[in-house]
């Protein structure tokens, strides 16, 4: 099982957070791909406000999934996600070849320490 990639830019609790997926072929060109989804979720697999199996429409060799408010929401603490990407695409070594792949990222608690 591969390692998540762990992205070094935290989240902010409710705010907007942007995570860019790009796609590559086998010798490292840019591929644009067939169909897309993406779930995400807690580290105990739990789904996060929803968000399973949500389909890209219209996928291409790069895409920006914009995650917001309830997606961002933390219950008093830090807390860290994960975002998985199923994609297939065709290339010269067949067609509807599967891609999957993950990230995990912090949303930064903002409530304030009022003791």
Known sequence: MATPTLLT???KERGTYVVTVAFTD???????????VWT???LDGNIINSRENVNVA????SEDIVLSGADLATNGEDKTL???????YDSAL??????HGSCRFVV????????
């Open 9 to 11: 830019t935290h989240a």
């Open 26 to 36: 086998e010798d490292g060109n840019a591929e644009d791909i067939k169909t897309l």
């Open 40 to 42: 995400l979720t807690d």
């Open 58 to 61: 219209t996928p291409g060799a």
């Open 82 to 88: 994960e975002l998985t990407v199923e994609a297939t």
């Open 94 to 99: 067949g067609s509807d070849l599967p891609l």
């Open 108 to 115: 930064d608690d903002l409530k304030a320490d009022v003791s």
